[in-house]
């Protein structure tokens, strides 16, 4: 079975652009979650989608969307991007969001705005 | 207080040695414990969770869980060089949504 796929793998953007960052779950799959981790820290929580709705959202601004589709991939959007954006962009799929639960990783889309 | 902590560290241990990884949680609801291990430059993987107080053991892993003290940590036996990565502690958050909440993580390091 695929795991969690993500693309693209590199980005680079220029300040102000907008930027659509994909991923695909591990098929059975219905949760994904999105994070940021920025080089030194630990992955910060995005958003959560299970059943194409949101379950959850992350402290960052509302220039971050995203959506789940019926076949349970997602999109995270970020607009108006600034350099403090620059990041490791990770998805992570879930079967459910139940508490006991574990999520699996995609190898991550590296975002660089300059 | 931040609401989960670790030692940035790195900690350096010789091959062969026990590493032992800590972290303490804020959120007292927490049920459920991550240990999740990233290598420079790729995306985190799961290498051990736990649900009760106690230990639990996996391998060269052995998960402890005190939830009274809100602490729980990750012990690594015979440890090697391949060992050497940031280890990432991530308690789940109450209230039945999984959406965990990381670590910074800590840096080890198994020199030979």
């Known amino acids: 079975d695929a795991g969690v796929t993500q693309s693209p793998t590199h980005l680079i953007k220029t300040r102000g652009q907008q930027v659509t960052l994909r991923c695909s779950p591990i098929?059975?799959?219905?949760?994904v979650s999105w994070y940021q981790q920025v080089l030194g820290q630990g992955p910060q929580f995005i958003f959560q989608?299970?059943?194409?709705?949101?379950?959850g959202r992350g402290n960052f601004p509302d220039r971050f969307s995203a959506r789940q589709f019926p076949n349970y991939s997602s999109e995270l959007n970020v607009n108006a991007l600034l350099l403090g954006d620059s990041a490791l962009y990770l998805c992570?799929?879930?079967?459910?969001?139940?508490?006991?639960?574990?999520?699996?990783f995609g190898q991550g889309t590296r975002l660089t705005v300059v | 207080q931040k609401e989960v902590e670790q030692n940035s560290g790195p900690l350096s241990v010789p091959e062969g040695a026990i590493a032992s990884l800590n972290c303490t949680y804020s959120?007292?609801?927490?049920?459920?414990f991550f240990w999740y291990r990233q290598y420079s430059g790729k995306s985190p993987e799961l290498i051990m969770f736990?649900?009760?107080?106690g230990d639990k053991e996996d391998g060269r892993f052995t998960a402890q869980l005190n939830k009274a003290s809100q602490y729980v940590s990750l012990l690594i036996r015979d440890s090697q060089p391949s060992d050497s990565a940031t280890y990432l502690c991530?308690?789940?958050?109450?209230?039945?949504?999984?959406?965990?909440?990381f670590g910074r993580g800590t840096s080890l390091i198994v020199h030979p």
């Open positions: 991530a308690p789940l958050k109450s209230g039945g949504s999984y959406i965990p909440t």
């Open positions: 098929s059975g799959h219905k949760s």
């Open positions: 989608y299970y059943e194409k709705e949101e379950r």
């Open positions: 736990i649900y009760s107080n």
């Open positions: 992570a799929s879930s079967p459910r969001t139940f508490s006991n639960t574990e999520a699996f």
């Open positions: 959120d007292r609801g927490s049920q459920s």
